[in-house]
């Protein structure tokens, strides 16, 4: 069973294998090592591994972590730019296509390690949202691979066209509170995923494609996910706004404009934000907003 334990110093193996027992491993340390990891296979791996074996790991609620200088591990490419100077092309293209594909596969990489990053970074929570988190995690590392793979069967991969580096400006703004990080990145930034996914479904049904086919039933998965992803998200800010005697509304629309939260855009996709926890009251406001 999870329990508590003082944050270990010694440096985490970077391979699975190598991994202490779970009944010595403290699940925080470990999900830091996977945020660090930047090769692709290795930290697939070390996040279905952690995953798997979640309920078994120690976890230590107390104290942090000196956290890293550095932007979380990822491989030496793609090229990262402003987004922009990021191009966007036509998906009525084989090339546009692919680039579209990477893309979201970009993002997929990326909310690996968002996930990891809210595991490691934060104390003083429940153990549900450790493994909450986690979870999400894993789901975000089988969307990547499920894109890369379709990448592959293009003649191309994830690092063969530059992308762009803002997913992480909101996590690095958020970075010293946890009540920021969940109302502006899973509420915020993951809940526009839930909005733009059937538009680019109904742009790639169109473009029609075998490749491009695949990708709408790939979107299905992620969709899906991603409604239970903006949900975990909704569940602990209401969660911390309770613990700190807040109002969830107002203290919303304070921290978006504190932090600069980007401009919500339209449509919304009502349904799935309904399933990701949104009331009526804050769906009201976001149709107000879009």
């Known amino acids: 069973m999870a329990g508590e334990q003082p944050l270990a110093k010694k440096p985490i193996a970077d391979n699975p294998a190598m991994i202490a027992t779970p009944a010595t491993a403290e699940l925080r340390q470990l999900a830091l090592a996977a945020w660090l990891e930047p090769d692709l296979e290795k930290k697939v791996a070390l996040v279905q591994y952690l995953r798997l074996h979640s309920a078994m790991f120690l976890i230590a609620t107390t104290g942090g972590f000196q956290a890293p200088a550095s932007l979380p591990g990822c491989p030496a490419r793609p090229e990262l730019r402003s987004h922009l100077d990021v191009a966007r092309r036509s998906p009525f293209t084989s090339e546009g296509l692919a680039a579209l594909l990477h893309a979201v596969t970009h993002i997929e990489f990326n909310a690996i390690n968002l996930a990891l990053d809210a595991v490691w970074r934060f104390a003083a929570l429940p153990h549900a949202y450790y493994l909450d988190w986690l979870k999400v995690a894993a ?61 680019m479904q109904t742009k790639l049904r169109k473009v029609g494609t075998p490749d491009a086919l695949r990708a709408v039933a790939i979107l299905d998965i992620i969709l ?7 949900a975990i998200g909704n569940h ?15 203290t919303y629309a304070l921290l978006a404009h504190q932090y600069s939260a980007p401009r919500l855009k339209g449509p919304l996709n009502l349904d799935a934000r309904r399933k990701a926890g949104f009331n009526e009251a804050e769906l009201a406001i976001l149709r107000e907003n879009a």
Do not use: N
Not at 151 to 177: C, I, N, V
Not at 236 to 250: H, N
């Open 139 to 199: 789901e975000e590392a089988q969307h990547f691979s499920l894109l890369r793979v379709l990448l592959q069967g293009m003649g191309r991969d994830y690092g063969d066209f530059p992308a762009h580096t803002g997913l992480w400006d909101m996590s690095r703004k958020t970075e010293a509170d946890v009540l920021a990080r969940m109302a502006l990145v899973p509420r915020t930034l993951e809940a526009r995923g839930l909005d733009a996914t059937p538009p």
């Open 224 to 230: 899906r996910d991603e409604i239970g992803h903006v």
């Open 236 to 250: 602990w800010y209401r969660y911390l706004c309770v613990q700190r005697g807040l109002e969830p509304i107002a």
